[in-house]
């Protein structure tokens, strides 16, 4: 209720009938007629302020506006009226004192909110004050992001590793990439238990001797071009466990019986081979091929201190395998062998020999 004197027009009619008296009866009759009270001409609310519970409000946010208002006549604000707006331009059906963001509205564009405060008209005239405009908060886009994030190339040490990913941003439009100097960053880590270390910061990455046990991995932070904000969360890739490699084992064919007890037409191997600390060496698996034809013999197994179908003894000194055997093919052929080594630890290491023609 507004705290001043109000008029009141009260007019009372009174009417007074004396009439004759009859029977010793008197009769009066009153009546009062009150006017309607009509508005107060006063003054308008009047906004000071506005405050937002968001001050950087990303796309997806919902923000909400509290004005101050105040009235000198002390009148009762009643629900205001609101337009929010966008780099000073008026958002479609955002008339409500809270806004919720949408792809758009981000990247640092200014978001402000007109307010026109009102009281009960009933009471007081004008009812309606002067829309207020808040100062504007800045808004936030969607950060850029790094995704499928891989490994490319063999964790071997010597081996050039690549990393490889896609960038994507959800702004309306779409930020780019920054891919100068200062702009998306690369990383390659080293993990070993709790430590982890910084190897290079190129998309590239060439494994060394000392980076053996590293579970390694490929880590990448997105940077944008434009829009708030514009840096991303580092994506990373799934580590890798870098080796050493093992060469494969030099195999050797040569004609003869220099090895072992063999006698007979036939050939002799001998394998050098480096052993990586896979234990114990259990077999050797080998085939003989026939060259011209392309003709793959059936496979042959000897074992370390046996002797072959041919009755020679299979030596191994630890870094080098001999034993004869007798060919398959015949005389005058040209032939190749493949064998693998089979240890006891279930690894196994390839390779190949050269081409001999059998005398």
């Not at 009270?37 to 509290?66: L, N, R, W, Y």
């Not at 604000?77 to 981000?106: C, F, H, M």
């Not at 003869?256 to 006698?263: L, P």
Request: with cysteine; charged share 20%.
């Amino acid at each position: 209720m507004a705290k001043r004197t109000k008029i009141n027009h009260l007019i009372c009619l009174v009417t007074l009938a004396i009439g004759l008296i009859i029977g010793g009866s008197v009769s009066a009759s009153v009546s009062e007629v009150n006017t309607r009270t009509a508005p107060v001409i006063g003054h308008a609310p009047v906004v000071s302020d506005v405050t937002f519970d968001q001050m950087t409000p990303a796309v997806h946010d919902t923000v909400t506006a509290t004005p101050t208002i105040t009235d000198e006549d002390h009148d009762t604000p009643v629900t205001s009226l609101y337009q929010w707006q966008l780099d000073g331009k008026d958002i479609p059906k955002a008339t409500e004192n809270s806004y919720r963001l949408v792809p758009g509205d981000g990247n640092g564009k200014k978001l402000t909110i007109m307010v026109t405060p009102q009281t009960d008209p009933a009471i007081t005239e004008p009812a309606t004050g002067i829309a207020f405009t808040s100062s504007p908060i800045i808004t936030q886009g969607l950060a850029p992001e790094a995704v499928a994030v891989k490994i490319y190339g063999k964790p071997e040490v010597g081996q050039l590793l690549t990393g490889s990913y896609l960038y994507h941003d959800s702004d309306t439009p779409k930020d780019l990439e920054d891919t100068s100097s200062s702009g998306t960053q690369f990383e390659w880590i080293c993990s070993r238990s709790s430590s982890k270390k910084t190897l290079a910061t190129a998309k590239t990455y060439t494994l060394q001797d000392a980076d053996v046990g590293c579970e390694i991995s490929f880590n990448v932070t997105p940077r944008s071009i434009s829009g708030i904000p514009n840096t991303g969360a580092q994506a990373q890739s799934k580590a890798l466990n870098v080796i050493k490699a093992v060469p494969p084992p030099e195999i050797r064919l040569f004609n003869g019986n220099q090895i072992g007890d063999r006698s007979g037409p036939g050939y002799n191997i001998e394998i050098n081979y480096v052993n990586p600390g896979y234990g114990a060496l259990k077999s050797i698996v080998f085939q003989e091929h026939k060259g011209g034809s392309e003709k793959n013999y059936p496979l042959d197994e000897v074992k370390v201190g046996e002797l072959t179908n041919s009755h020679s003894l299979v030596t191994d000194s630890g870094s080098a395998i001999k034993f004869g055997k007798n060919a398959r093919s015949s005389t005058g052929a040209i032939i190749s062998v493949y064998a693998t080594l089979h240890f006891q630890n279930g690894k196994r290491l390839q390779g190949s020999s050269g081409y001999i023609t059998l005398e």
